[in-house]
């Protein structure tokens, strides 16, 4: 098999990145907590103008009145950026930054105009878990299924979140978050890590045609056959054996 782009050998680099994801959510919700400033309305806005900043600020913001919001989060958001960070090396900042985006922009076109802000980082969390389910099962290498296993396991349970609920929780935020995912698993899908490949399909890639074994055998049969059939004609079939001798009478005479 031939060698391809493979998972970073130290998973010890992938740890600052989710660290300092998971670090810097909770220093703004402090800041939150201890100055006057509403930080909530710096999250989005569904359908106003002043809400597309949150695009940008509202995964960092989080709900100061309860800390099991933030909670809640923390936990997710440095595991699976700590997954991403790790599996997919080479393509990990691009897709953060695009789910961040892309999750944020379909909730302010798409979520309900009922005058809520939206914030937390639960779109991006789960931005992630559509995204690395979706990749590992696309890609058809077996570290990256397992880890999608992994994934569905720990947050299986995420998938009843996209509906909608009464409760104030932005289902609209994950429902966004995991279809950028999903979206952005194909769209990458050659991309970072693949399955190694085997030697027969570098040459097919190449052009270069395989042999024909079984073409081969059946060549070396008939050649077989044709040898034996061409011993078999070359043997005598008549063999007539002449014998001659000599009488007592003839023998005496010859003495």
């Known amino acids: ?23 810097l959510m909770w220093l703004i919700y402090l800041l939150d907590k201890m100055t006057k400033v509403h930080f909530y309305v710096f999250g989005i806005l569904p359908g106003e103008w002043k809400g597309v900043k949150g695009i940008i600020f509202s995964p960092w913001i989080h709900d100061n009145r309860d800390i099991n ?20 090396k080479q393509i990990s900042f691009r897709v953060f930054g695009i789910l961040w985006f892309f999750s944020g922009m379909f ?15 639960s779109g991006i969390i789960y931005g992630l878990a559509g995204f690395l389910f979706t990749s590992g099962v696309l890609r058809k290498y ?5 880890l999608s296993l992994i994934v569905v396991f720990l947050y299986g349970s995420m998938i009843w979140g996209v509906f909608p609920t009464a409760q104030p929780i932005s289902w609209e935020g994950h429902l966004s978050g995991m279809l950028a995912g999903v979206f952005l698993a194909f769209f990458f899908r050659k991309q970072g890590p693949q399955r190694p490949k085997f030697q027969y399909e570098i040459e ?8 024909d074994l079984e073409g081969q055998y059946w060549e070396k049969v008939r050649e077989e056959e044709a040898r034996l059939k061409a ?3 070359e043997k005598p079939t008549d063999v007539r054996v002449n014998y001659e001798y000599v009488t007592r009478n003839e023998k005496k005479e010859n003495n």
Not at 142 to 146: F, G
Not at 204 to 211: D, H, Q, S, T
């Open 142 to 146: 077996l570290p990256l299924q397992a």
């Open 1 to 23: 098999m031939a060698k391809n782009q493979q998972f970073d050998d130290h998973l010890w680099n992938a740890i600052p990145p989710a660290f300092m994801i998971t670090a």
């Open 107 to 121: 909730v302010w076109l798409l979520a309900e105009k009922n005058g809520a802000y939206h914030i937390g980082m």
């Open 231 to 233: 011993l078999e004609e």
């Open 69 to 88: 919001h933030i909670l809640s989060n923390s936990i997710p958001i440095f595991l699976l950026s700590g997954l991403l960070f790790y599996s997919y």
């Open 204 to 211: 097919k890639e190449l052009g270069i045609e395989p042999p």
